[in-house]
């Protein structure tokens, strides 16, 4: 039976739909792997029609009585995914109560999270989050949720500029842009975007060469972005979308959620700077982005990280004697001693001797990971440099070899140690396991040594 995920995100023509959108992006990323369920209030034939083909669409009532109803769709088997600013620390203890993994998606780091996993694509900055000392976190570019029509090839033929500011677009900066836009570039095609309560729709159809089009699903949504040469848009995950797209994109900010992810963007070299938009007519004229990014692999980085989140993962200081004797036990299977950097076997003795000196280390950290009660893996961080770098060191039992198990690990622990702001983890590998070495490039590690017995490889966060 596969693992159940369930997704709650609102929306609707007066809050826009950028929460739901990107919610409804990693459900279709894990909808291969994972039983994906979306629950939202009162949603609209528009939500329903974006739902479509990725994964079942729930109501649950608007308001206070929306939050109970979800509540008792949960059984504790779940990894709920909840998207909104309105979910507070205390709704968030009621679905942990329940005995459920809980992920929260999130660009305002205003309040404490419970999150088991906290997913902060718009920054890049670990230490914005007050959340519970066993959790973690991924951010930044590399976990940028962007939904299938936006993950393919861009055309090469491309001239016109697609335009868009969400679906609302209170302060009509879609208006405001195409008419800037059209002056600089009289002949050329503009494609605009709005949702149903966009408040200039009238003046907007008005603007010489401007297409107007309203609430596009996704397919089309990246069909007019692969058109297009450049993409206007503010800092948010429609940015993403256009930058897969393979856009030239120039973007800004709005509201002040959007500042930190604008800022990161810059940081980046990934977008032309539009600054606050709220103070500042739209300058056109800026340096192009100098820096590129690629959104290969993002679902598979997804699919691991929630595959690793359904395991149970334990600190060796805190295993119980028998999940301890059983990691033991694992560690000295010939199989497993082979590929280590010391083959000999130790004693129980010595096993727990070593536990017990990792309550008094701060540079040294060990997991384990258990599938129910069955061992699945180990995972240890060495040397750890906070700031800086750590060397890491994993194994899989044999019978869970080759599952996906050994990725699922290593995509969640580096989300881990990052909250110790190491930038770069190390590894080796002998050079008789050409397996290993096939693992350790797939997942990011490069070489960058050897010696008569191992590779050394290095991968940067």
Known sequence: MRQRVYLRADAGPGTGYGH??????????????????????????????????????????????????????????????????????????????????????????????YAD????????????????????????????????AFRVDASAQRDGVFISFGG??????????????????????????????????QELSEVPGVAVHVN????????????????????SGTCYEALACGCEVYAGYYVDNQKSFYEMLCRRGLVHPLGDLRANAPDFGTPPPCGRFSFDGVARRYQSLFQGLSMDIIPYP??????????????????????????????????????DGLKSRSDKEY?????????????????????????????????????????????????????RGVKVLTACVLKDNPASLRFHKAVGYRTCGSDERFYYLRKEL
């Open 20 to 113: 739901f959108v990107r919610s409804l992006a990693l459900a279709s990323m894990l909808k291969h792997k994972f039983d994906c369920r979306f629950f939202s209030a009162e949603p609209t034939p528009w939500q329903y029609k974006l739902a479509d083909g990725i994964c079942p669409l729930e109501s649950v009532p608007s308001g206070e009585a929306g939050f109970d109803a979800f509540l008792d769709c949960l059984d504790g088997g779940e990894t709920v995914v909840l998207d909104n600013y309105f979910f507070t620390p205390e709704y968030q203890l009621k679905i942990k109560d329940k005995g459920c993994k809980l992920v929260c998606i999130d660009d305002l780091h205003d309040k404490h999270f």
């Open 117 to 148: 996993l906290l997913l902060s694509p718009c920054t890049d900055d670990v230490d914005a989050y007050d959340l519970e000392p066993g959790a973690f976190i991924a951010c930044g570019p590399s976990y940028a949720l962007v939904g299938d």
């Open 168 to 201: 609302a677009d209170p302060e009509a900066l879609t208006l405001r842009c195409a008419r800037i836009m059209h002056e600089l570039h009289p002949l050329v095609r503009i494609d605009t975007v709005v949702g149903d309560g966009f408040p200039a729709l």
């Open 216 to 235: 596009v699903c996704p397919e089309e949504m990246a069909a007019l972005m692969r058109s297009a040469r450049v993409a206007v848009c503010p800092a």
């Open 318 to 355: 805190e295993l119980s004697p028998a999940q301890s004797r059983e990691v033991w036990e694992a560690r000295n299977l010939p199989e497993i001693r082979r590929c280590m950097t010391n083959p000999e076997p130790f004693s129980f003795k010595a096993h727990c001797a070593f536990v």
């Open 367 to 419: 997991y384990a990971f258990f599938d129910g009660r069955s061992l699945v893996g180990t995972y240890d961080f060495v040397d750890i440099t906070d700031g800086q770098s750590a060397d890491r060191g994993l194994f899989v039992v044999p019978e869970r070899q080759r599952s996906g198990a050994g990725e699922a690990m290593e995509r969640l622990m580096e989300t881990r140690i990052a909250r």
